[in-house]
């Protein structure tokens, strides 16, 4: 049982380039969540999706984009990248709302 | 709107001694309250929920929080620390139909032996 799996790990981008993150679940969760991770700021949400072929903007959204064809998929999107998106990102599924999440093992992102 | 404080950037404590986390919260409504703990280079992992009933929720690894609607806190506790406790730990807290869960900026503990 693999749980949240994303990939890449780690990613070097040049600034105004685009990369896509991928995150997969077997879990059969409907909720999934990407989060991005700064020092001394905690998680952000960025974007979130309550089911396949949806998507609905987190607190954090500008610059990315996100789409969820399939429901264990949800891939979060930088079409030019920039210096002030160097970040971790973590996807998170979860049953519901009520449950706990279950996050992925992060993407560190860094933009030169 | 809701938001979550973690007053405190770092908690050390002697192994074998309780331990305590503090996170209080604001939000406009029931809230729905949550601990994650992250170890080094990993995802976080969920570690207890408070959503309704007894104040006191139990959770993994032994750990514990108590919900206290008056001071809007939810301070997560242990009995007696161990050294592998040691991780930076998140409070968040969320609404009713609301899927913006926020997060703490997050504690690091350090269990010392």
């Known amino acids: 049982n693999a749980g949240v799996t994303q990939t890449p790990k780690f990613r070097v981008l040049k600034t105004g380039q685009s990369m896509t993150l991928l995150c997969a679940q077997d879990?059969?969760?409907?909720?999934m969540y990407w989060y991005r991770q700064d020092p001394g700021m905690g998680l952000r949400l960025i974007h979130y999706?309550?089911?396949?072929?949806?998507?609905a903007k987190g607190e954090v959204p500008d610059g990315y984009n996100v789409s969820r064809l399939k429901k264990q998929n949800f891939l979060l999107g930088l079409e030019s990248a920039a210096p002030s998106q160097t970040s971790v990102y973590f996807c998170?599924?979860?049953?519901?709302?009520?449950?706990?999440?279950?996050f992925g093992s992060g993407t560190r992102l860094t933009v030169v | 709107a809701q938001s979550v404080a973690q007053p405190e950037d770092q908690v050390n404590v002697a192994e074998g001694n309780p331990l305590t986390v503090k996170c209080t919260y604001s939000v406009s409504g029931n809230p729905y309250l949550f601990w994650y703990v992250q170890y080094p280079n990993r995802g976080l992992q969920f570690l207890l929920k408070y959503i309704t009933g007894d104040n006191l929720v139990k959770g993994s690894y032994g750990f514990e929080a108590e919900f206290n609607k008056s001071q809007t806190s939810f301070h997560l506790k242990k009995p007696s620390a161990l050294v592998s406790d040691s991780a930076l730990y998140f409070c968040a807290v969320r609404v009713y139909n609301n899927n913006d869960m926020r997060f703490g900026a997050g504690t690091r503990l350090t269990v010392k032996p």
């Open positions: 879990m059969n969760h409907e909720y």
């Open positions: 998170a599924s979860s049953l519901s709302p009520n449950y706990g999440y279950t």
């Open positions: 999706s309550v089911g396949e072929g949806t998507t």
